[in-house]
């Protein structure tokens, strides 16, 4: 299976009749995108600013954040789909794709985070995530490039320079 084979729902979308909805934000071939889980009540929830930065600064070079909603890190997303998309657009002005809320880890996990968990971050660290604001790069081709640390900032150097290597790889 490949990452854009993966099925997502948006955070509030129309059913399709049998409760899903009808599209999926699963990382789309052509995209480089940004997976970060998200939590809004958490002390790294102020991310959701260089989030948007990125998500204004690169959505013309075909770039997208894809904020994952995740309750699993001590209930630091406890809101209804609503209540989490009215926080981050009334907050942050998030205007990046926001997912369904999901599990990221444990018997639960979503098949997304199955295909990611297995990328090393700089140090060498895969599996589980390990807290809210992990964040994966996914080139155009549906390659997994980059994970990065909860604690690493979205406009970071690295971040910055795995979003820009992805876009003109690319491009050319």
């Given at each position: 299976?490949?990452?854009?084979?993966?099925?997502i729902?948006?955070?509030?979308?129309p059913?399709?009749?049998?409760g899903h909805a009808?599209t999926?934000l699963a990382?789309?071939?052509?995209?480089?995108?940004?997976?970060?889980?998200?939590a809004?009540r958490?002390g790294l929830?102020?991310q959701y600013?260089?989030?948007?930065?990125?998500q204004?600064r690169f959505?013309?070079q075909?770039?997208?954040?894809?904020?994952?909603?995740?309750n699993q890190?001590?209930?630091?997303?406890?809101?209804?789909?609503?209540?989490i998309?009215?926080?981050?657009s009334t907050?942050?002005?998030v205007?990046?794709?926001?997912t369904?809320?999901?599990?990221?880890n444990?018997?639960?996990?979503?098949?997304?985070y199955?295909e990611l968990?297995?990328v090393?971050?700089?140090?060498?660290?895969?599996?589980d995530?390990?807290?809210?604001?992990?964040?994966f790069?996914?080139?155009?081709?549906?390659q997994v490039?980059?994970?990065?640390?909860?604690?690493?900032?979205?406009?970071?150097?690295e971040v910055?320079?795995?979003?820009?290597?992805a876009?003109s790889a690319?491009s050319?």
């Amino acid at each position: 299976m490949s990452i854009s084979d993966v099925r997502i729902a948006p955070l509030t979308a129309p059913a399709d009749g049998t409760g899903h909805a009808d599209t999926s934000l699963a990382p789309r071939p052509g995209v480089t995108t940004l997976v970060v889980n998200v939590a809004s009540r958490c002390g790294l929830t102020p991310q959701y600013e260089g989030l948007e930065r990125l998500q204004k600064r690169f959505a013309d070079q075909g770039f997208t954040v894809l904020g994952v909603p995740c309750n699993q890190f001590a209930g630091q997303e406890p809101g209804s789909s609503e209540q989490i998309a009215e926080f981050c657009s009334t907050t942050y002005g998030v205007s990046f794709p926001l997912t369904e809320k999901v599990e990221v880890n444990g018997a639960g996990r979503h098949p997304l985070y199955t295909e990611l968990v297995d990328v090393p971050d700089a140090e060498g660290y895969t599996g589980d995530i390990r807290w809210n604001f992990e964040k994966f790069l996914i080139a155009p081709s549906g390659q997994v490039v980059a994970r990065f640390a909860p604690q690493t900032q979205p406009e970071s150097d690295e971040v910055v320079s795995a979003i820009e290597a992805a876009l003109s790889a690319s491009s050319g």
